[in-house]
């Protein structure tokens, strides 16, 4: 246990209390197995040991260098707490998008019973509107209203949880109208309205992006690395002594020389392409951190796409 509390004060230094705190909040909202950022960074730590050793014995085994073997060894101890954090982060904002757009259908039919019952009330109701992924998050505020929580206090706490924009308007609206005696039947109509149009133009664009998402995947993916590779095996079946003993140009040695840099040159713009796609695609669907993901998938696929290539050639 004291290698765990190294471990998240070591983490609380580089990225501070409170990203720590929003970070435990989505293992909370993810409904994770690991529940508490302890148990999150234990998890982690067995697993980056697994991996540490099945490494050293695998590199090892095959006569790596035992120096490159521990650096990479070590480097690799935080391979599945990256990957861990990277899940849950990415599960949380695919969640918290679904869960925004459920929001229009979730409004109007919370509209039909609001203003007939208290605001404790229409929270137990509105935890048992059949929306799973919001039913969830009324059903914690309910629960903690039960417990001895205030009613400001458990929707604020569901809106540090989500840290979403939209559920911060939508609890807004709440908080208003529990404080100033307002009707909300209206005023949820009418943003469940405004919501409703935004959510069909959200659609549109993604329509319309679809096609430059798919066309810059199989781009970056297939199409260049394979193009690229087959002109590189062309080249390759030249014969570079054809032009032995005119003493013209270069020499055979330099030319081969020469082209395996460029053979070098090419396989780095294979991956810097990779790379820059996955980019703009994490920047498509608003989540820079899906950059990771596409490039995991991209990277390897060109690279195989650009060998393969070159051998039909």
Known sequence: MDAIILFKNIFEMIFGIKKMKGFENKLIVNESKFSKIDKFIFISVIEGLI??????????????????????????????????????????????????????????????????????????????????????????????????????????????????????????????????????????????????????????????????????????ALIVPSLLGIIIGLVTGFNFGFSEGFEIGLSNIERQEIFSYAVLGTTIYVIQFALISSFFLALQEGNKKQFWVYAILIVPIALICFFLAQTMG
């Open 51 to 220: 991996t540490t050793i099945c490494s050293m014995i695998i590199l090892i085994y095959i006569g790596f260098e035992i120096n490159k073997t521990i650096i990479i060894s070590i480097l690799l101890f935080f391979l599945p707490l990256i990957v861990n954090y990277l899940w849950q982060d990415i599960f949380f904002e695919k969640r918290k998008k679904k869960k925004e757009l459920l929001f229009p259908e979730f409004l109007l039919e919370a509209s039909v019973f609001c203003d007939e019952n208290s605001l404790i009330k229409n929270i137990e109701k509105m935890s048992e509107i059949e929306l799973p992924l919001l039913k969830k998050d009324f059903m914690r505020a309910d629960i903690e209203i039960k417990n001895g929580s205030s009613i400001s206090d458990a929707l604020n706490r569901m809106k540090e949880l989500n840290n979403s924009r939209i559920f911060n308007r939508i609890i807004g609206i709440f908080l208003q109208c529990y404080e100033s005696g307002t009707e909300m039947s209206s005023i949820l109509k009418e943003t469940a309205e405004d919501l409703m149009e935004n959510n069909a133009i959200f659609k549109e664009q993604q329509a319309v992006m679809l096609v430059t998402k798919y066309t810059l995947l199989l781009s970056s």
